[in-house]
């Protein structure tokens, strides 16, 4: 079978599940676990934070199962400067080198500060990072961060948490169709539809975090956007037709009630 | 007396202490946290090893989920 071999393979690391995984928003820390075995989910983020010293505090990676990936994102990065600290950060904690390089400094939509990533981009890919950056989704800007050293691309569907699903479509498309780095849908999935859509279109895996961890039962969901995941890919490796204007019988006209007049 | 400044606060300490004696008197576990001292990422293995100076900056850190 065609799927059977069908990896994805992101600075060098094989994944079986196109699936990855925010750790954020969930009801409670177990939550994580449960969803990551349901998700089946192999690659998954975390983020970096001050220490509260006035509470008890756990690590989230504790309750991540072994075997999975760990990247952590430079969430709270509001330029270049800041996220490559997050990352080395982040490396040095024994959190490996994956890391996706988020930058922000507009607190309404969240929209990621392009240049900024991109600058970050190269300096940490220069270091040895394996990095991956959420960008908006604009071919011009995936090009630059492939060519600064990008594993892969992660352009947003619709705003952070927004459950918004694939609003820039057409645009993550061109970024498809060009990209040679795997381009990974990040940010606004609130469904396991739009998830399935975005595998369908070519994407090579999607991250969701908001979608499972605020639905009423996220290790329910997690199975269903597994499953979506799977559905989608599976549909674009099987190439469906693209949409026809008139319709097309499925069964045969063999016109025998026309002779019967 | 020395100062220290924990995580973007100001706070004093009545002696002299390194970086573990630090983290204990937080009462934290020291695998679940990352020190930096004055910018720069301190060994866990080190921190006995490294005196803490008047006006040090120290941010301890750790991992909580996110997306």
Redesign the interface.
């Given at each position: 079978m065609k799927n059977a071999n069908d990896i994805l393979v992101i600075g060098g690391k094989k994944f079986k599940s196109r699936l990855l995984l925010?750790?954020?928003?969930?009801p409670s820390?177990k939550f994580?676990t449960e969803a990551i075995k349901a998700s089946g989910s192999e690659l998954v983020?975390?983020?970096?934070?001050?220490?509260d010293?006035t509470s008890k505090?756990?690590?989230?990676?504790?309750y991540i199962p072994k075997g999975v990936t760990i990247m952590?994102?430079t969430?709270g990065a509001r330029n270049a400067k800041e996220a490559v600290r997050i990352a080395?950060?982040a490396r040095?904690?024994g959190?490996g080198n994956f890391i996706k390089v988020e930058v922000i400094n507009e607190m309404k939509y969240l929209m990621p500060d392009n240049e900024e990533t991109i600058k970050a981009t190269e300096i940490l890919a220069k270091d040895k990072f394996v990095v991956l950056p959420y960008c908006m989704a604009d071919l011009v800007v995936a090009k630059k961060l492939q060519d600064s050293g990008a594993a892969a691309i992660m352009p947003l569907g619709s705003p952070?948490g927004s459950n918004k699903g694939l609003q820039t479509k057409e645009l993550i498309k061109m970024i498809i169709e060009n990209a040679a780095v795997p381009v990974i849908v990040d940010?606004g999935i609130g469904r396991p539809s739009h998830a399935a859509e975005a595998m369908e279109m070519g994407a090579d895996a999607v991250?969701v975090?908001?979608a499972i961890?605020t639905a009423q039962d996220p290790v329910l969901i997690s199975r269903a956007f597994s499953l979506a995941v799977q559905a989608g890919r599976f549909s674009y490796l099987a190439r469906a037709r693209e949409e026809q204007k008139y319709a097309s019988a499925s069964s045969p006209l063999t016109g025998f009630l026309l002779t019967e007049k | 007396m020395i100062k220290l400044k924990?995580?973007?606060k100001d706070e004093h300490f009545k002696s002299a202490l390194t970086i573990l004696g630090l983290v204990k008197s937080?009462k934290?576990?020291p695998?679940?946290?990352?020190v930096?001292h004055n910018g720069n990422?301190v060994?866990r293995t080190k921190w006995d090893k490294v005196k803490l100076k008047n006006t040090d900056a120290i941010?301890?850190?750790?991992?909580?989920?996110?997306?």
């Open positions: 925010g750790t954020g928003k969930f820390p994580v983020t975390v983020a970096l934070r001050r220490v010293l505090n756990y690590n989230i990676l504790s952590a994102n969430s080395k950060i040095a904690a959190c952070i940010a991250l975090n908001t961890a | 924990l995580n973007g937080k934290l576990v695998e679940t946290i990352v930096e990422i060994d941010e301890i850190i750790t991992f909580m989920g996110g997306g």
